[in-house]
């Protein structure tokens, strides 16, 4: 079966300091991979998605980047975190249209606090 | 941009009533989709319906789709205090990701 592992969990970085979270896939090959930012009263927003290894497609213009070293490794990336940058970060991915629907299985999400 | 609006925003009823939610999408659509969130965890699907059917069901959930008025709806019959949960829908146009609202929040009463 397929499992998705997000980590960590829960991060608080200061201003301007770096990011990296993680996202994982087992069990399954050439995935759709997402980010997804969840902000307090702003539903989920899609931040980034890849189709392939280093193929990554931007869906808002911010002061995050995301990486696709291997087939089922995706990170989330900052070089200097802003306060707005805080919020609930989800990790999903899905086998595409491929497999007849795209429905997504999601991570546990990541909890980032800039102060 | 978000292609799909939950409301209500919150909604609380007590255990053993039914609870409707809706979505609006913006754009034409091949299906939607609804997912579960408990408080800091990530979504859970829960149901899809494609743009050519009208209603579908699983278990205590009935979802249906007017693709006319671009509106789904989610009715939880019989809710349970463990229903309490975020519950969003997304928007599939064709393309790989889905879209998302924010969500209507749902509190069942025990």
């Known amino acids: 079966s397929q499992t998705i592992h997000q980590w960590p969990a829960t991060l608080v970085q200061p201003v301007g300091s770096p990011l990296s979270l993680e996202c994982t896939v087992e069990g399954t090959s050439n995935p759709n991979l997402y980010w997804y930012r969840q902000a307090a009263g702003r539903g989920l927003q899609l931040l980034f998605y890849?189709?392939?290894?280093?193929?990554i497609s931007s869906e808002v213009p911010q002061n995050l980047s995301a990486s696709r070293p291997q087939d089922r490794q995706f990170i989330l990336s900052s070089k200097k975190l802003l306060l707005s940058d805080s919020g609930f970060y989800l990790c999903?991915?899905?086998?595409?249209?491929?497999?007849?629907?795209?429905?997504?299985?999601f991570g546990a999400g990541s909890r980032l606090t800039v102060l | 941009s978000q292609q799909g609006e939950e409301d209500p925003q919150a909604l609380s009823i007590q255990e053993g009533e039914n609870a409707t939610m809706n979505c609006s999408y913006k754009?034409?659509?091949?299906?939607l989709q609804w997912y579960r969130q408990n408080s800091g965890r990530g979504l859970v699907h829960l149901i899809l319906i494609r743009s050519n059917e009208r209603e579908k069901h699983s278990g205590r959930l009935r979802v249906t789709l007017d693709t006319s008025k671009k509106s789904s709806s989610l009715l939880i019959t019989a809710s349970r205090a463990a229903d309490t949960a975020s519950y969003f829908c997304?928007?599939?146009?064709?393309?790989?990701?889905?879209?998302f609202g924010k969500g209507t929040k749902l509190s069942v009463i025990p």
């Open positions: 890849s189709v392939g290894i280093g193929q």
């Open positions: 999903a991915w899905n086998q595409g249209l491929s497999s007849g629907a795209n429905v997504l299985t």
């Open positions: 997304g928007s599939g146009a064709g393309s790989y990701q889905l879209t």
């Open positions: 754009t034409s659509i091949n299906n």
